[in-house]
Each structure stands twice: as structure tokens, then as C-alpha cells.
């Protein structure tokens, strides 16, 4: 009677069948792959630099691509923001804060864009003193177009 050797020394070369060598060999790969993998450096496809530096460039292409079809970067982030938002965020304060901007500053966004029609203003019954901005069909055909497609397929092929 032979003896095993190695992390299965208990076991006899008389007393193994084929179900036992089989947990055996993959008690045995895990070993080797946890000593294997323990010892190995985390090997990182992309540096924390490099995907810095791709978020920048796609910053720049975001901002390079929204001066479309006569619209500012500011205009295009409100219509985008204007058709995700829900019932109660389609104040002008709600945009302001998403836009990390001020409320004056985000007032005078959505004014231009309730003049160009792209926006309707509609008082709230509650709160008088509440407005809420939802899409017309002119924006709704302006974002059909949207410049930020483009960029959406360029992270695609990331």
C-alpha cells in the first residue's frame, strides 16, 4: 500500500475511488489557485489616472457637442434633466440643485427655454406660489436629436 503525498496524506491508494480522487483534485486546485491568487499582484487593466483623464476628455466632448441646434450646454442639461425628472423635482429649485448651480442662474436657463417654447410653466393648484416646467412637443423633437447620444456611444465602446 502506497501512500499519498502532499495535503491528502491520509488517504491510501487502496481506499481512493473515483468520486474521492475527484474531490480531491478540486480540494487540490483550490489550494494552489488561493496560494496562486494570495501571492499574485492585483493586476489592474486601468490605471485610476487613465480613467481620470477619459472622464475629463468625455467631460470635454459633452461640452463641446451641447452647442447643437441652437441650444446651450445649460438648455440641453435642463431639457435632459426636464424629461427624466419626476412629477414632484420639475421645479426650477429641483434643477438648480441637480445642475449645482443657483436658482437665479437656473431661472434664467428655463426662462429662455419657456420662451423658445421648449418648456410650458404650470402653476401648481396647491401652492400658488409653486411652478412646475414640463416638455412641450418641440422639446420632445429637439432631444430626439440630442448631441449626448453621441457621447453615450463613445462610453458604449469603452
Not at 494552489?32 to 481620470?52: C, E, F, G, H, W
Not at 420639475?90 to 429662455?112: D, N, P, V
Request: aromatic content about 8%; hydrophobic content about 35%; charged content about 20%.
Amino acid at each position: 500500500m502506497t501512500k499519498i503525498k502532499g495535503p491528502f496524506q491520509s488517504l491510501s491508494q487502496d481506499n481512493v475511488n473515483s468520486e474521492t480522487k475527484l474531490i480531491c483534485k478540486r480540494r487540490l486546485v483550490k489550494i494552489v489557485s488561493d496560494r496562486y491568487y494570495m501571492l499574485m499582484p492585483v493586476k489592474q487593466d486601468v490605471s485610476n489616472r487613465t480613467i481620470a483623464e477619459l472622464v475629463a476628455q468625455l467631460g470635454r466632448m459633452s461640452y463641446g457637442e451641447s452647442f447643437a441646434n441652437g441650444l446651450t450646454p445649460a438648455q440641453w442639461t435642463a431639457l435632459r434633466y426636464f424629461s427624466r425628472a419626476n412629477c414632484f423635482s420639475r421645479t426650477m429649485s429641483a434643477f438648480a440643485q441637480f445642475h449645482a448651480t443657483t436658482r437665479g442662474t437656473a431661472s434664467q436657463t428655463i426662462k429662455s427655454l419657456v420662451q423658445s417654447g421648449y418648456l410650458a410653466r404650470k402653476r401648481s393648484k396647491t401652492d400658488g406660489r409653486s411652478t412646475h416646467f414640463h416638455l412641450t412637443q418641440k422639446s420632445k423633437k429637439m432631444l430626439s436629436a440630442d448631441p449626448f447620444k453621441a457621447l453615450e456611444g463613445e462610453v458604449g465602446a469603452l
